[in-house]
C-alpha cells in the first residue's frame, strides 16, 4: 500500500532512525514500489547525504557497544544482518577497536548486568549462564575468562 513516492516514503523513514541501503530498498519494496523508483530515491538518498551506510555502520555499532548490546563477532552480524557491505563492517569494527577496548566494555557490561556476581561463590551453573550470556553479545571467551580469573573465578 503506497501513500506517494519511493522517494517521500524514504524520506518518513529515515526521519524515525538511519538505515543502511539495503535496510531501506527492502523496506520500499515490502512497500510495493517497483524497483526503477527504489534505485532512482536510493540514488538521490545518497547524493544528499541523506543515506550513507558507513555512517549508519559507524553510529550504529557505537550504539550497540556503548549500550553494552554487542562486541566483535556479534556487532559484524547486526551490521552484515541489516546490509552493510564486508568491507565497511571490517572498517568501522577496527576503527571502533581503537576507541573501544574489549576489557573495559566487557567489565561494564559485568558491573551493569551481574553487579553482585561473586565468581568464587558461584556455582559452575551460574558461571555458565555468565559466559553463555557475554559469549553471546560478542566478547571473546579468553577476553571473558580474564575478566571472571580478575574476579577469582576459573584459576587453572
Not at 515490502?30 to 523508483?37: P, S, T
Not at 547524493?47 to 550513507?52: A, F, N
Not at 551490521?79 to 557491505?85: D, E, H, N, P, Y
Request: hydrophobic share 35%; with cysteine; proline share 0%.
Amino acid at each position: 500500500m503506497q501513500r506517494g513516492s519511493a522517494f517521500d516514503c524514504s524520506l518518513r523513514i529515515l526521519t524515525l532512525r538511519d538505515h543502511a541501503e539495503a535496510e531501506l530498498r527492502r523496506k520500499l519494496e515490502r512497500r510495493g514500489y517497483q524497483e526503477e523508483e527504489v534505485e532512482a530515491s536510493v540514488v538521490r538518498l545518497k547524493e544528499l547525504g541523506y543515506l550513507d551506510d558507513l555512517r549508519f555502520a559507524r553510529s550504529y555499532a557505537a550504539s550497540l557497544l556503548r549500550n553494552g548490546k554487542g562486541y566483535g563477532v556479534r556487532l559484524k552480524m547486526e551490521l552484515s544482518r541489516r546490509g552493510v557491505a564486508t568491507a565497511i563492517v571490517d572498517e568501522v569494527l577496527g576503527e571502533l577497536a581503537l576507541e573501544y577496548g574489549e576489557s573495559e566494555l566487557l567489565a561494564q557490561v559485568m558491573e551493569r548486568r551481574y553487579g553482585s556476581f561473586d565468581a568464587k561463590s558461584a556455582t559452575d551453573k551460574e558461571k555458565r549462564k555468565v559466559i553463555g550470556y557475554l559469549q553471546r553479545k560478542g566478547f571473546s571467551l579468553g577476553a571473558i575468562f580474564r575478566q571472571l580469573n580478575a574476579h577469582g573465578c576459573c584459576d587453572d
